[in-house]
């Protein structure tokens, strides 16, 4: 890629030698049309991002190459996919600000790692006293916010059922930010863990996540980020954010689906019971029982998803080449001009922070007819469908946020690195013609 | 454009003035239905009389061709004998599982061949569909509650209220 533009698209200023234009040419889905003709504007990144040439080259270039299982075998391909694997874990170490690549463990995705966290918990009261600080119980409570994924809910409610914990929650402020007031009577020294998205998915908002991590810290309590939304996005060191574990996913950083990543501070993961059972996770096996392998192996049981694996690391090389910063600097200001632009839509509802500060690019609303009746988004997602603009609507896996908000559902738009403030003025003029076919 | 065949005026004009709209009492049976993907929910009552229905009321949230849908389906069925109105939903039906190929019986569908463009999106087939699998789940329970369907899976955790701080 050239490194000479410094302009987003139409003339809004970016991170210095980070030229859009360039970066979809990387993305050879960006080019095609759809509805015979249209170009597809596709504004549903927080669902899952587009992959580019590398990664795509870099799954084939394995199979074609060097396909073999990992970890076992001794020859040629089996020494080859393996170095291909665990070079990956390097990667993603140096990417997240991780200081042993031990404390990346590769899962399926985001709500796989997650589950890890909350099976490994219920699992410590059959393990030794090594594990006791991942035992829960009655009188002991779960805390997560309002805002989460349901991937990093219904996992703690299914802990709080199966080991009789408390699920607490830390509610929502109007605009869409945590309700930080009773965060001392929300954790408590009952608590035993602490979840929380770092980026809501539906609101965009980016969470003060030090504020949170320093009182679980008082009261002892392990914390766990989503970073589904945020790694991503942004640059990340899991050192400066002082979390225990954070979960992220493959495929919304520009890796295939079927990888996801647990990072864990190493002398957790060294003590922390294993989820699922299986080949590579152990280390001495007789009929009667067996003793487990270290981490990260010991999280990491079957035969894991290899080119995968293989394709998240062309995505942190790719990402990298980049730079975080200019990404994060880019997605920054494609999603203040949207708010900008939106607001010039009559009747506009913003579901989340109406500001660009600590926010992401996922922008959730909720668009009226002329009589101020809200149109569905699922209405609306069809009639921007029709003009080629993918946006995602429904309650995005976050219905208690719908709840919170009265909506039974909201439409949003979600940005990436290959985002245009020409895609965002696609996207407002089809509002506007949503409108007036509703305002009939 | 292309998607006039799904949102025909018939179709926006039930959504704008929908009938039979409102939880009536008496009713024998009463469901609630959601569709997960959109946040779409319907709660249904069914009153039968003499293998007749009698009546059907509902309150509804959801998307045009969704609450579009209740209506029509409520005004096709209220006032038919159960087995007729049944057959009416096996009908609609196989109409919206035909992926755009069938155009639906006006004499026998009325108002609701209107849905048949919306068969050729499949993401929007369960939104027609909602209503019309809510009645004919009550409209079972309502004939024979001892025989009605198992309540759906997915049954609310059973999570410990939070405590209010």
């Given at each position: 890629?050239?490194?000479?533009?410094?302009?987003?698209?139409?003339?809004?200023?970016?991170?210095?030698?980070?030229?859009?234009?360039?970066?979809?040419?990387?993305?050879?889905?960006?080019?095609?049309?759809?509805?015979?003709?249209?170009?597809?504007?596709?504004?549903?990144?927080?669902?899952?991002?587009?992959?580019?040439?590398?990664?795509?080259?870099?799954?084939r270039?394995?199979?074609?190459?060097?396909?073999?299982?990992?970890?076992?075998?001794?020859?040629?391909?089996a020494?080859?996919?393996?170095?291909?694997?665990?070079?990956?874990?390097?990667?993603?170490?140096?990417?997240?600000?991780?200081?042993?690549?031990?404390?990346?463990?590769?899962?399926?995705?985001?709500?796989?790692?997650?589950?890890?966290?909350?099976?490994?918990?219920?699992?410590?009261?059959?393990?030794?006293?090594?594990?006791?600080?991942?035992?829960?119980?009655?009188?002991?409570?779960?805390?997560?916010t309002?805002?989460?994924?349901?991937?990093?809910?219904?996992?703690?409610?299914?802990?709080?059922?199966?080991?009789?914990?408390t699920?607490?929650?830390?509610?929502?402020?109007?605009?869409?930010?945590?309700?930080?007031?009773?965060?001392?009577?929300?954790i408590?020294?009952r608590?035993?863990?602490v979840s929380?998205?770092?980026?809501?998915?539906?609101?965009?908002?980016?969470?003060?996540?030090?504020?949170?991590?320093?009182?679980?810290?008082?009261?002892?309590?392990?914390?766990?980020?989503?970073?589904?939304?945020?790694?991503?996005?942004?640059?990340?060191?899991v050192?400066?954010?002082?979390?225990?574990?954070?979960?992220?996913?493959?495929?919304?950083?520009?890796?295939?689906?079927?990888?996801?990543?647990?990072?864990?501070?190493?002398?957790?993961?060294?003590?922390?019971p294993?989820f699922?059972?299986?080949g590579?996770?152990?280390e001495?096996v007789?009929?009667?029982?067996?003793t487990?392998?270290?981490?990260?192996?010991?999280?990491?049981?079957?035969?894991?998803?290899?080119?995968?694996?293989?394709?998240?690391?062309?995505?942190?090389?790719?990402l990298?080449?980049?730079?975080?910063?200019?990404?994060?600097?880019?997605e920054?200001?494609?999603?203040?001009?949207?708010?900008?632009?939106?607001?010039?839509?009559?009747?506009?509802?913003?579901?989340?922070?109406?500001?660009?500060?600590?926010?992401?690019?996922?922008?959730?609303?909720?668009?009226?007819?002329?009589?101020?009746?809200?149109?569905?988004?699922?209405?609306?997602?069809?009639?921007?469908?029709?003009?080629?603009?993918?946006v995602?609507?429904?309650?995005?896996?976050?219905?208690?946020?719908?709840?919170?908000?009265g909506?039974?559902?909201?439409?949003?738009?979600?940005?990436?690195?290959?985002?245009?403030t020409?895609?965002?003025d696609?996207?407002?003029?089809?509002?506007?013609?949503?409108?007036?076919f509703?305002?009939? | 454009?292309?998607?006039?065949?799904?949102?025909?005026?018939?179709?926006?004009?039930?959504?704008?003035?929908?009938?039979?709209?409102?939880?009536?009492?008496?009713?024998?049976?009463?469901?609630?239905h959601?569709?997960?993907t959109?946040?779409?929910?319907v709660?249904?009552?069914?009153?039968v009389?003499d293998?007749?229905?009698?009546?059907?009321?509902?309150?509804?949230?959801?998307?045009?061709i969704?609450?579009?849908?209740?209506?029509?389906?409520?005004?096709?069925?209220?006032?038919?004998?159960?087995?007729?109105?049944?057959?009416?939903?096996?009908e609609?039906?196989?109409?919206?599982?035909?992926?755009?190929?069938?155009?639906?019986?006006?004499?026998?569908?009325?108002?609701?061949?209107?849905?048949a463009?919306?068969?050729?999106?499949?993401?929007?087939?369960?939104?027609?569909?909602?209503?019309?699998?809510?009645?004919?789940?009550?409209?079972?329970?309502?004939?024979?509650?001892?025989?009605?369907?198992?309540?759906?899976?997915?049954?609310?955790?059973?999570?410990p209220?939070?405590?209010?701080?």
């Open positions: 890629m050239t490194l000479t533009e410094s302009r987003v698209a139409d003339g809004t200023p970016s991170a210095a030698g980070f030229d859009v234009e360039q970066v979809r040419k990387d993305f050879p889905i960006l080019a095609r049309t759809v509805h015979d003709d249209l170009p597809l504007v596709y504004l549903d990144s927080a669902a899952t991002s587009q992959k580019p040439l590398a990664v795509l080259d870099a799954e270039a394995y199979y074609e190459l060097h396909n073999a299982n990992v970890h076992r075998g001794i020859h040629v391909l020494e080859e996919a393996t170095g291909l694997y665990e070079a990956t874990r390097d990667k993603v170490a140096a990417f997240i600000g991780a200081t042993d690549r031990r404390e990346v463990v590769f899962t399926k995705n985001s709500t796989e790692a997650l589950n890890l966290v909350a099976y490994a918990m219920s699992n410590a009261e059959t393990t030794g006293a090594e594990a006791q600080r991942f035992r829960i119980g009655p009188g002991d409570e779960i805390v997560v309002e805002m989460e994924h349901h991937s990093n809910l219904v996992p703690w409610q299914m802990l709080a059922r199966r080991t009789g914990a699920l607490r929650w830390i509610g929502l402020t109007d605009d869409g930010r945590l309700n930080l007031d009773n965060l001392d009577a929300v408590t020294d608590a035993k863990v929380m998205v770092h980026q809501s998915n539906i609101l965009g908002t980016v969470n003060p996540v030090a504020r949170i991590v320093a009182r679980a810290r008082e009261v002892g309590a392990l914390t766990v980020l989503d970073g589904s939304q945020s790694v991503p996005h942004m640059p990340i060191d050192a400066a954010l002082g979390v225990d574990f954070l979960a992220f996913t493959g495929h919304k950083m520009c890796a295939p689906t079927g990888v996801g990543v647990l990072w864990g501070r190493l002398e957790l993961l060294e003590v922390m294993p699922l059972g299986g590579e996770m152990i001495i007789t009929m009667e029982g067996s487990y392998a270290a981490p990260p192996h010991r999280f990491e049981a079957g035969t894991p998803m290899i080119s995968q694996v293989v394709g998240l690391g062309a995505a942190v090389d790719y990298t080449a980049l730079g975080m910063p200019a990404i994060a600097e880019h920054h200001a494609v999603t203040g001009y949207a708010l900008d632009a939106l607001a010039t839509v009559p009747a506009m509802r913003i579901i989340g922070p109406p500001t660009d500060v600590d926010r992401g690019g996922a922008i959730s609303f909720v668009l009226h007819d002329d009589a101020g009746r809200a149109i569905h988004p699922h209405d609306v997602g069809q009639l921007l469908d029709e003009r080629g603009i993918a995602r609507v429904g309650h995005h896996c976050a219905r208690p946020v719908c709840l919170r908000f909506v039974p559902a909201t439409t949003r738009a979600s940005f990436h690195l290959y985002t245009t020409g895609e965002v696609a996207l407002v003029e089809g509002l506007h013609g949503v409108r007036r509703f305002s009939r | 454009m292309k998607l006039d065949s799904m949102y025909q005026e018939i179709i926006l004009d039930h959504y704008r003035n929908p009938l039979h709209r409102g939880l009536r009492d008496p009713f024998d049976a009463e469901v609630h959601v569709n997960p959109c946040g779409d929910e709660t249904l009552r069914v009153k009389a293998g007749v229905v009698e009546d059907v009321s509902y309150e509804s949230e959801g998307c045009s969704s609450q579009a849908s209740a209506s029509v389906m409520s005004d096709l069925v209220i006032g038919k004998k159960v087995d007729e109105a049944l057959e009416l939903e096996r609609f039906l196989a109409l919206m599982q035909s992926r755009g190929t069938a155009e639906g019986n006006e004499d026998v569908l009325e108002d609701a061949v209107a849905f463009g919306v068969s050729k999106y499949p993401a929007r087939v369960k939104c027609a569909l909602l209503s019309w699998m809510a009645w004919k789940d009550a409209t079972a329970k309502a004939v024979d509650p001892a025989a009605a369907a198992p309540a759906p899976v997915g049954a609310p955790l059973d999570v209220e939070q405590e209010k701080p």
